[in-house]
C-alpha cells in the first residue's frame, strides 16, 4: 500500500428515519470543519443512489428524509441553491423512480431542482484515473454548474464490487445516454477500475452514507434489509467507504478498489483515520456476506 495521508470520517448513530437526521448532519458538519464560510452562497448538488423500486424493498434506494435533512443543512450553512440529480443505470423511467421512492415529494414540498444526469448536456475531459482503458470520460454538464458534488450513498454489500459505498454511487453521474444502461460501457471497460477513474476525474467534495437501513447479502438491489442506524459522512470518500466497510464487518483492505485507492485517492488504513462522532466498536454491525459471489468471498476481517 501507498503512502496515505490522514482523513478524517464522521459517525453519527440514527436510528430510525423518524429521527432529527438534519442535526446529525450538522453535528457531523461541525466536526468536519464544514462551516457557513465554506458553504455560503454555493450551489451544492446532492447525488443519490436511486436504482430501481420494488414495493418490498425501500432498502434499495437513499431514504428521502436523508435528502431533505441533507437539503435543509445545507442551506441552514447559507448555500444558494440545492439541487438532487441522478442518472439511474436501471430504471430508465425516472419520474415513476422518484414518485415511487417518495423522492419526488420532497422535491416538491421543499422546492428542491431535479437534474435527470441520464439526458443532461454533456461534456468530455482526459480520464484522470488511467486504470480503465478508457481515454476520456464523457459527463453531465450540470457537474460544472455546482460548487460541491455530495455523494448520499446507501450502507450496501455488492454482487460485482463487494461494497457500494461513497465512490461506487458515483458511477450514477455517468449519463445513460452516453454509457448505456447499466453503464454498460463502464462495466465492460472493468467496474473497479471505472470507480477509481471516476473518482480521480470527478473529484467530488463531500460523501454523507444512509446506513440507517442498508443492505447486505447480495446487493445492490437484491439483498436483505440490513438495520445500522448509523450516518457515515467525510470529505475523503476512500476513509469513508473504509469506515462504512468497517461498519459492516468488512475489512476495507480486501475490496479491490478501495486497496487500490489507498494512497492515491485517500487513507483506508485505520491508524490513519481519526474517527470523530462514535466510536467505531459502538456501531459495528456485521453485514450477511454471500461466499458463492466471488467479490464477497474474503471481504470479512
Known amino acids: 500500500m501507498r503512502t496515505e495521508s490522514p482523513a478524517t470520517t464522521f459517525i ?19 466536526e468536519l470543519g464544514v462551516g457557513s ?13 436511486l436504482v430501481e423500486t420494488r414495493a418490498d424493498a425501500p432498502h434499495i434506494n437513499t431514504h428521502p428524509s436523508m435528502i431533505r435533512a441533507a437539503a435543509d443543512a445545507f442551506r441552514s450553512l447559507g448555500a444558494s441553491n ?9 430504471c430508465r423511467d425516472t419520474l415513476r423512480l422518484l414518485e415511487e421512492t417518495g423522492i419526488a415529494d420532497v422535491l416538491v414540498e421543499d422546492r ?31 457537474l460544472r454548474k455546482v460548487d460541491w458534488i455530495v455523494s448520499m450513498a446507501k450502507l450496501k454489500t455488492h454482487h460485482w464490487a463487494g461494497v457500494t459505498l461513497s465512490m461506487k454511487n458515483l458511477f450514477g453521474l455517468m449519463p445513460g445516454s452516453f454509457y448505456g444502461w447499466p453503464k ?12 477509481l477513474d471516476i473518482n480521480a476525474t470527478v473529484r467530488p467534495h463531500f460523501a454523507i452514507v444512509d446506513g440507517i437501513v442498508g443492505m447486505e447479502g447480495d446487493g445492490p438491489i437484491m439483498g436483505a434489509p440490513k438495520a445500522a442506524g448509523v450516518i457515515v ?34 487513507a483506508i488504513r485505520e491508524e490513519n483515520i481519526r474517527q470523530r462522532g462514535e466510536f467505531l466498536s459502538a456501531v459495528q454491525t456485521p453485514f ?7 467479490a464477497q468471498k474474503k471481504l470479512r476481517s
Open 12 to 30: 453519527a448513530k440514527v436510528p430510525r428515519y423518524g429521527a432529527d437526521i438534519r442535526a446529525a448532519i450538522l453535528y457531523g458538519f461541525r
Open 37 to 49: 464560510g465554506e458553504i455560503k452562497g454555493k450551489t451544492i448538488l446532492l447525488k443519490p443512489n
Open 82 to 90: 440545492v439541487l438532487v440529480a441522478e442518472g439511474s443505470g436501471h
Open 112 to 142: 428542491i431542482p431535479f437534474v435527470d444526469l441520464n439526458y443532461d448536456d454533456v461534456y468530455t475531459i482526459p480520464n484522470a484515473g488511467g486504470r480503465s482503458g478508457l481515454k476520456t470520460l464523457t459527463l453531465p454538464l450540470t
Open 184 to 195: 454498460n460501457v463502464l462495466h465492460h471497460a472493468g467496474i473497479e477500475e471505472c470507480i
Open 233 to 266: 459522512m467525510g470529505r475523503n470518500f476512500p476513509a469513508v467507504d473504509a469506515t462504512c466497510s468497517r461498519v459492516m464487518g468488512i475489512d476495507p483492505r480486501r475490496v479491490n478498489y478501495l486497496s487500490e485507492a489507498s494512497g492515491s485517492l485517500g
Open 288 to 294: 450477511m456476506l454471500v461466499d458463492k459471489i466471488p
